[in-house]
């Protein structure tokens, strides 16, 4: 069945092209994932609908981890392949250099130092901004804004609940990459300038601070041209 449907699928993708994106609608993620060496550009039509949303956030600022259990994740959860969310574990840090090294001072005390570097390890180890999205929302579940020391037990606890590999994350927040990587989103901070964190960035700027931080699926959805289905259940 399966064979006949890719010879199906290859036969209509060479003999059609004015049917092209019309077919794509529907098969855009069977088709993409298969490797079927057919020249189509489907994965380019979802990178068109995607909505590019940035979100400037410390880790242990409660706001910042409210904003994540309630609207965050939720929406990643539901609408997360149509979403391009870039996450920037900064806040009201400030960067210091001594001696060629990065250090950093955080609103919150050293704690959330570390919980940013982990943030920002998260994103750089999986590759995957939905996946980041929902580990780094996973941290900050567990360790909340609590400062108890039991980093590494959570950070295994969310790889066994999300069934995602550690090593990566791991290697990086016991090496110095992860201070460049915290700084680099230190630098990306200061080019915004945010005077309150979480503070959400949206491809469409008729939508405030306010919608977005307290109802991000609703207007999230009122940007879409091409309205997903996740955006009609509720
Ligand atoms: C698909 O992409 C290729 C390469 O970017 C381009 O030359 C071609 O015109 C595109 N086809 C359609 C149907 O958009
Ligand atoms: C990213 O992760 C999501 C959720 O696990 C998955 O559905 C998606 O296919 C991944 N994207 C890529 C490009 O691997």
Known sequence: MYYYKLIFLQ??????????????NGNIYDISTQKTGIQDNSTESIEKIK????????????ASVTFFRTQLRPVV???????DVHLIPYGHARTLKVRGR?????????EECYGNKLHACTVDALQNNTRAVMFNACLMQFSGY?????????????????????????????SERSSLLLKGYGEE??????????????EDPAYGQFQLTNDLKATVCRIFHQVPPPCSRI
């Open 11 to 24: 036969l209509i993708f060479s003999f059609t092209n004015g049917y092209h994106t019309k077919l794509s």
């Open 189 to 202: 901070t200061r080019l915004l300038r945010p005077k309150y964190v979480p503070y959400v960035i949206i």
């Open 102 to 110: 990065y250090h950093f001072r955080c609103q919150h005390g050293p």
């Open 51 to 62: 909505i590019n949303i940035k979100v400037y956030y410390e880790t242990h600022c409660p």
């Open 146 to 174: 609590r400062s108890e020391n039991n980093n590494a037990f959570i950070l295994s606890m969310c790889g066994y609940i999300l069934n995602l590999p550690i090593n990566d994350i791991s290697e990086c927040i016991n």
């Open 77 to 83: 959860e539901k609408l997360g392949s149509y979403l």
